[in-house]
């Protein structure tokens, strides 16, 4: 579950609003159920997982940072978002991690990110990923 601030919910009401959506298209155009996103608009729950909350940002075309109104990674001149993005889906696809906090999840992107970087890597780097994940797991980061 991820603890989202009230910010969320008004941007997914305003990106309904500003592209004529109603929250049922909405949920169809993120691939979520219906039921999320009146839970998360009517603030019944307003704490989806993780991927759920990837799955509306990507929707949104905006990052999870964007999207909740938080500010964890630095600025950075030129985000390359397809290096990005291949760390959300790779990190998204490890089981072991699945359901970690907003904020985890943000500094184990923005650590792999920086390695890529460094190494001049267009896309994530599985090894290091997985390196890097049992490291701050078995120092008790996540």
């Given amino acids: ?8 919910k008004e941007r997914i009401c305003t ?8 929250p049922t298209s909405f949920s169809k155009a993120a691939n979520i159920a ?9 603030s019944k729950n307003p704490n989806p997982t993780i991927e759920t909350a990837i799955k509306i940002a990507n929707s949104m075309n905006c990052s999870l940072d964007e999207l ?12 390359d ?3 990005t993005k291949s760390i959300c889906e790779y990190i998204c696809c ?11 999840f943000c500094e184990v992107t923005l650590q792999i990110y920086n390695y890529c970087q460094e190494n001049k890597l267009k896309t994530v780097d599985p090894t290091y990923a997985k390196w890097y994940i049992k490291k701050v797991y078995k120092n008790g980061v996540l």
């Fill in 1 to 8: 579950m991820v603890i989202m601030t009230n910010i969320f």
């Fill in 94 to 104: 490890i089981k072991e991690i699945q359901g970690i906090s907003f904020d985890d």
């Fill in 68 to 79: 909740c109104g938080t500010r964890k990674v630095p600025p950075i001149k030129e985000l």
């Fill in 34 to 42: 219906s039921s999320v996103t009146h839970n998360i608009i009517n």
């Fill in 15 to 22: 990106y309904i609003k500003e592209n004529e959506l109603n």
């Fill in 81 to 83: 978002l397809l290096l």
